[in-house]
């Protein structure tokens, strides 16, 4: 092939600015650390290093979200614990009201340092957070949620409201829980129905919360969820007491199915043995799947109430006890209705105890959730930097034998260049 | 006897001081672009007949050859001026490449920020700074769209200098070319000798102008060569040159696009794809396949962005207790309608975004078919999206109507859905307090509820604005047994009997919300206005939920997936034209090799021809020498 000398002098330097212009690409990329300089480099790794860079910043908001839920939770744990704590006090000062042997003024004074944790306990249902915002009034957050006294009774200002983040992808857990569902919304009674004993009651009977066997029998549609304990005792020696369960609703006798007769009443009251809501012997078929205990001797004429549980506040609870301590003296008919009170005090006080142990049980649930992906979360964290790493970072090892063999490469080629281009018929002339 | 053998080497001296001078003129202009080596063509005087025989006479130079292949040349050509178009095409799009692959001048990285921002709000909605910080980064987010969308800008306003200027230089080497014919013709006219070196410098002006453009040549009878351009506009014919023009497109005026003066004055445009190849066909070429459908892509992810955070964003409330208002001034399509010439009719086109899903990265041209029915075309596939149709009519996410007016057969419009999408996005609420973190509606179960059913927290319908009834106070009441339940409330139509699913959506006034569980008779669940709802994040989140949300390319991609498809797409069409450059670049070498390997100079050559031609002269001195001393011989025998 004939040589044009201007091929020699072009080729010499194409080939010296390819092998210059590879060797500066490897020395940016050594610079800079980066396999890519440009998009253009790896298109597709490119976007995937976006695609991953972005599941990766939302990731790490989902940790951020996280971090911020457990600091929330943190603070609403911490005032439940408070109120447990302070939940268990008042039920040891009930107990201790509920002693016989107490005087009037021992009970006023035990009346009055419930009075105490009722204000304390006013004050950690309105706690505000780090921020300044209200802990528990849902998403009212600047309104004061609770407000009153114990005479007056406590006003739920805030709302249902509960502030869900997002947690994961998939997942939004609430940081809050609002007033309601902790001081307002719990059900009294044994949270199935409510005993009450009448306060004109004579008898020392003392009637407990009872208890629900079958919560689905409870609410069958015949259940009319409002009953009247009656009972009745005899003049024979030794006096017969017995009783009848009225259904409020209809007016009848439950056990009669017709309206309620003079004593005796249909069943034979033993002290202390249970009391069936269940069809006995010839009685009409029921079954109400509930049964409570009357201890202690009524008087004939003495009544109690089965009602359905409704809602009563923990404030209503420790109100009502403070009530009960406060105007009970010590005659005998007092003492029962006293020993009622309490029975029903330690009742609902139970329940609002359970109902915060609940609240508290979902929170560290839900904090337990929080550590889960928050682990589960930094594990994906390092797995995507990892990812990133590969689709950007330079492999030096790699970089650096490539940018030692192209320096070779340029210098053989500049070499070269010289040696062929200095050959010329000319020297010889 | 003598006289002949003088005469002979007489022309044997002159046959070598024109090889000598050949010699010296190649390597004088060894290095002279376009030049092609020449060679001095021998042949032999006609011989004298004599009885003995044909005597020869010596010799003469018939004529001066240029070493040169036409169809090696041309295919230099055609492969200098694929060349210099990819070159042309891949040093505009590198810009793009970088630009969009700095991580500091990226969208992604700014994206990424606004939706931790949103987020901060969304854990903190009563926060005054978690709320100024979100707008901070609403505005850093704008104004990253806004710069991205001004380099676009700028690559285009260099994409129409460089149109120019590369008009200018076509037309300034069409005049030389048109010179140069001439002077070709006269200096052929002389004889049949060709003008090597005029041949040559022509031939180098053609190949500079088959560097800004595809050219072909017709070589005509006289010697003068017609030039054509592109695919068949005349340059020069003979020895007139045309003048071409960069013109602003009619379609839109921003748009420099190639024209040709005509003869009676003025001047007409002409088709780009007519000009194909150089630095031309790749400007044309990049503005029309990369830059036009990279800016689209940004302003269609701004435009996407906008809309679907003021549509989540007008269903909640903000901290003073109104309705959210805009968050963004959305941007809208934009239409042209040409002005030089100007449309016949009198036609006024309006193109609102009907739904984000739907938009392409395409703009549009409706065209009127008179008779109030029009054309469509997508200009991207050149796909007629509709075509004879009346207006409004919705496609592709967009809704065209005849705004007034009317048009006449003849009539078209430019419709840019998304190109300045990224320009005109901005932050429209200016306080903290503005931004709409809660939702306004709350729901509750009253606490006599005997059941256990519990009621969601409700959820605004959209599409915005929301119901005018949205907040009135609207109570569930079952009934016995609790089945079933009755709504009261203002616009509900207080229906009785409603049938109880668990779980299912109840949607009155706007809203939709759920009760699950096992409702008691009597129970009574309340649906009111939350105007103190400070610490209600509830749209907040929804807000911050856009981000993973598919709201583009109907439904399927994310803002942050659209961004990078289109870092993905400017990176792969980036390397696909830096390795069909670097292809073209080898085929370019080969063919110059080719090319050079016949016509180039060789020094070394020129040097053996010099000596050939030194010796070759001092033989025919010799040779005159003794003739010479012939002639002294013949003298010498009268003494």
Known sequence: MRIATSMIFDAGVASIQKQTAALQHTQQQVASGKRMLSPSDDPLAASRALDVSHASANNEQYLSNQKATGESLGLVENSLTSIGDLLQTVRTLAVQGGNAGLNDSDRRSIAADIRQRYTELLGLANAADSTGQYQFSGYMGATKPFSGSVEAGVVYAG??????????????????????????????????????????NTGSGIIDGGATLDPSKWNTVANSKDFSLRFAVSGAVPPVTTYDIVDNVSGNSLLTGAAPGAAPYPRVFQPGQAIDFKSQGAEPAFDFGAQLIVSGQPASGDTFAVQASSSQSVFTTIANLITGLETSSRTSANATLLANRIGTALTNLDQASNNILTVRASVGSRMNELDSLASAGQDLNLQYQQSLSNLQDLDYADALTKLSQQQSTLDAAQKSFLKVSSLSLFNYL | ??????????????????????????????????????????????????????????????????????????????????????????????????????????????????????????????????????????????????????????????????????????????????????????????????????????????????????????????????????????????????????????????????????????????????????????????????????????????TALAMSFNDQHRLGQDLTGALGGIFFNAPTPQVITPTAPANAGTASIAAVISGVGGLTTSDYRLAANGGGNYTLTRLSDNVNVFTATTLPRTVDGLTITLASGAAVAGDSFLIQPTRVGARDISVAITGPRSVAAAAPIRTTGALTNTGTASISSGSVNAPPPPNVNLTQTVTLTFNTPPTTFNVVGTGTGNPVGVAYTAGGNISYNGWTLQVSGTPGAGDVFTLSASPAGVADNRNALKLAGLQSTGIIAGGSTTFQAAYSQLVSDVGNKTREIQVTSTAQTNIFQQAQEAQQSLSGVNLDEEAANLLRYQQAFQASGKMIEIASKLFDTVLSLGR
């Open chain 2, 1 to 302: 006897m003598g006289t002949s053998i003088l005469n002979i080497g007489i022309s044997g001296l002159n046959a070598a001081q024109t090889g000598l001078s050949t010699a010296g003129h190649n390597i004088s202009n060894a290095t002279t672009p376009g030049f092609s080596r020449q060679q001095s063509i021998q042949s032999t005087n006609t011989p004298q007949f004599t009885g003995a025989g044909f005597i020869g006479q010596g010799t003469n130079v018939q004529t001066i050859q240029r070493v040169y292949n036409q169809y090696l040349s041309s295919q230099l050509l055609s492969a200098q001026t694929r060349l210099s178009e990819l070159d042309t095409y891949s040093g505009e799009i590198k810009q793009i490449d970088d630009m969009l692959g700095d991580p500091s001048a990226g969208v992604a990285t700014a994206l990424n920020d606004f939706n931790t921002g949103v987020n901060a709000v969304s854990a903190n909605p009563a926060s005054i700074p978690a709320r100024q910080a979100m707008l901070s980064s609403a505005q850093s987010l704008v104004g990253r769209f806004q710069s991205l969308d001004a380099r676009f800008n700028e690559i285009r306003d260099g994409v129409n200098s460089q149109i120019q200027s590369t008009v200018v230089t076509i037309n300034s080497y069409a005049q030389q070319i048109s010179e140069m014919n001439q002077r070709i013709v006269l200096a052929q006219a002389n004889g049949p000798q060709p003008a090597n070196d005029l041949l040559d410098q022509r031939d180098q002006l053609i190949t500079e102008v088959g560097k800004q453009v595809r050219v072909s040549t017709v070589p005509q009878t006289d010697g003068s060569y017609s030039v054509f351009v592109g695919n068949g506009q005349p340059l020069v014919v003979g020895t007139v040159p045309f003048v071409l023009a960069a013109l602003p497109s009619r379609e839109d005026s921003s748009r420099l696009t190639i024209g040709v003066a005509l003869p009676g004055g003025g001047q007409a445009g002409l088709p780009e794809a007519l000009f194909a190849g150089g630095v031309l066909g790749g400007l044309l070429n990049f503005r029309s396949a990369s830059l036009d459908p990279a800016q689209n892509a940004l302003g269609r992810v701004a």
């Open chain 1, 159 to 200: 709302d249902d409201g509960q502030r869900l983040l997002q947690v994961s992808a998939s997942r939004q857990i609430a940081a809050s829980d609002s007033g309601n569902d902790v001081f307002m919304r719990m059900h009294n009674g044994n949270g199935t129905f409510v005993t009450a004993a009448t306060t004109t």
